[in-house]
């Protein structure tokens, strides 16, 4: 109990010394390093300043990417002009109504309409990136650390530089802000009452297009031999209207090339490859001097420097680039075509054909000139009256006068009377008032009869084109100069003959006024959804699908010829190029079928299914054929055979011709063409004579008499072989002893043949040198 006691005593005094030592510690320790503090150090102040300088760098940054402001501002002044002269003109009174003013003034106004709505785009992006920055900045202000710098007089002193240096870029950020969303705001202002006026001006012209289609056929105006009743002389206003007509016409064709130039790269892209084509064929046959070598080609209008040739090309392929160009485009463009033709036909018609042609030209001259002449109605039917008339009596004296120059020219002379017929309509129309179908008919008839004799010399260049390319390609490649050219212009005449009376029928649709009505038909009917069960569909998704198919196969079939290949024997030896070739159009044809589905938008899952109703029906019937598909594949990539090898496939002997998709052909050596299917090829065992060379070995046999010293004769006799180029010289013939009687000893003669198909050549060769050479040993041998 006493010990207890003690140690109780104890323990009160040692926790009266604890306490008194801890209290001691308390005072003298620094709390401040554990507790908790919020405020900001120096360089949270100096990052916030960092945050804020790069917030207000963007925004020269910003605003110096809105590098279209200046083009579009400038675009804008013109766009005004032609705005202007376009409301002037189309409120004009009779001279708005002539057809192709109305058809030029409406492509003017869908390209001023296209560009606003592209100044527009352009403006939207430029205010987002305004309106992004904007918000930034506006973030930055509500920054506290910021705030807190400027106001706390302490902080404003020890942050002194860089709150001068964030003035500076404030007052410069704001100043640029400023100004360009002003800039900006009067852009889009200006654009959306141009849009406004466009509209209106469309709609105008729309309006008038229709009421003119509408009212073609009804009488527009009085008869023509009825006099106009308070008339005065035309000096003076046609003087006015001339000047104002000719200002107008330059200033808003300038406007239209200027704003769509990239509609003409490619026409010029494609006349510029043209000329370098043909220029590089010529140049490589004038570098090997055979250049003698097209005079069987019979070339008239191309040379080696095409620049004519080309002009024609890039002229007459004008309106697929450009299919609602102004009217001055197309008559000016029309025009220089017909003298580039005038330039190459002079030395092929007589001097009464060409004199008749010239005729022509004049008349096709003045359409465009009393256009341009903004004359009174009156006048300007009297004007097409006489030209009516003219042009009549020029195509009735081509055909009266001319129809023994004519006969070969069966087309020209229908072309021509359907220029007559189309001049008397527009004769007959004129005089009883029928105005607008009189300017359509005139000036179909002139285009008619132009285009067709250009597009002629046209299909004639083209041919010209590729059968330089063929011979020039087939003299690189030495193979023979003679081809089959009669078969291969044909082709290409189909070719080029296509691609013609596209160019004319979109040409004479223009003129009829009928291609924008056309096409918008043909889109509604092609673009139509139809739905057959679950599977949708369109019309022009399946005629996407075959042009794709049928453009893959056309130029997988005629792709060759532009290397020269043209299908003969003289391509065999190069069996390298045969076999890309063959490469190259099952690419064409796998390509073609892909991009096909891909075109015509048919829904994958969809074909999915197509594909597993085939299978079905390969498996019930089509076994053969797929079985011939795939191994003509097989055939290709495997290339256990190539074009020109000498092969034996069962008991057919000969070389391989051609290996095709579903097929493949053996030329004998009786010349006949034997056609395999290509399942029957790879079923068989297949002797390759010429798979990884050409060399063939050959035996000769001799028998000598007994008493003849072999060992002599031996050195004489392979001298003999190898001195024969056709011999391989890398590997050794030989001389071997065979049978020996009392009387005679068999010799064999070994030797390689570097030709395979020129096998029987060499040993002939080869047989006749050895029997010389034992008649000058006096050794008889049989």
Known sequence: MKNFFLILVFAFLGMGVQAQDSAKWRKNADTSLFGASNAPSRSDYLDQFEDAFQTLNKVSLVTNSFIMTDAIQLHLLESDS???????????????????????????????????????????????????????????RKDSLVLKAFKDSSLHNQFSTQLQQLHIKWKRADSLMKVNTALINTLKAHVAANSIVLEELLYQTDGLLRTVSAKAFGKERRYIWETRSGTTGPGPVLKANFQKSVDAERKLTLYYFTNTRSKRFWL???????????????????????????????????NSRPIIATLLITLSLAPLFDLHAPAIYIEVTQFLLMLLVSVIIYKYLGKPLFYGWCVFLLLFLLLPIIRILGLPMFLMRWYNFVINIASILLGWYYLSRNASHLKAYWLFRWVVRFYMGLNVLALLCNVFGRVTLSQIFGSTAVYALSQTVSLGVFVRVVEEAFLLQIQASRIRKNYPEAFEVTEISRSLHRFSMALAIVLWIIVLTTNLNIYDGLSDILTSIFTARHVVGSLPFSLGGIVLFLGIIWVANFLQKYIAY??????????????????????????????????????????????????????????????????????????????????GDTVEIGDKKGRVKEIGIRSSTLLTDDGAEVIMPNGDVLSHNIVNW??????????????????????????????????????????????????VTSKNIEIRIFFWCKDFSRVSTTTGEVRTAIYQQLEKMNIEAE
């Open 268 to 302: 010029y892209f494609t006349g510029i490859i043209f000329y370098c084509w043909v220029w590089y064929n010529f140049r490589s046959l004038k570098k090997i001097n055979r250049l003698a070598s097209l005079d069987s080609l019979k070339l008239l209008y191309v």
């Open 82 to 140: 032609a705005i202007s002269i376009l409301k002037d003109r189309l409120n004009s009174g009779d001279r708005g109504q002539n057809i192709r003013n109305l058809q030029m003034y409406n492509t003017l106004v869908d390209a001023l309409d296209k560009s606003m709505t592209e100044y527009n785009a352009s403006l939207d992006n430029y205010n987002d990136k305004l309106h992004t920055i904007k918000n930034q900045i506006r973030d930055m």
């Open 562 to 643: 532009f290397f020269g290949d043209t299908g003969d024997d003289a391509a065999f030896d190069d069996k390298g190029q045969r076999s890309r070739l063959l490469v190259t159009r099952l690419v064409l044809l796998v390509l073609g079928f892909l991009l096909a589905v891909a075109a015509s938008g048919l829904p994958i899952d969809k074909i999915t299914v197509v594909l597993g109703a085939l299978s079905v029906g390969i498996g019930l019937g089509l076994q053969t054929i797929v079985n011939n598909f795939v191994s003509g594949v097989i055939l290709i990539f495997d290339r256990p055979l190539r074009i």
């Open 690 to 739: 010429t798979l990884s060379n050409n060399y063939a070995r050959v035996v000769l046999p001799f028998t000598l008499d007994r008493s003849v010293e072999i060992s002599n004769l031996k050195n004489e006799l392979l001298g003999v072989v190898k001195a024969n180029p056709g011999v391989v010289e890398r590997k050794e013939p030989e001389l071997v002893l065979g049978n």
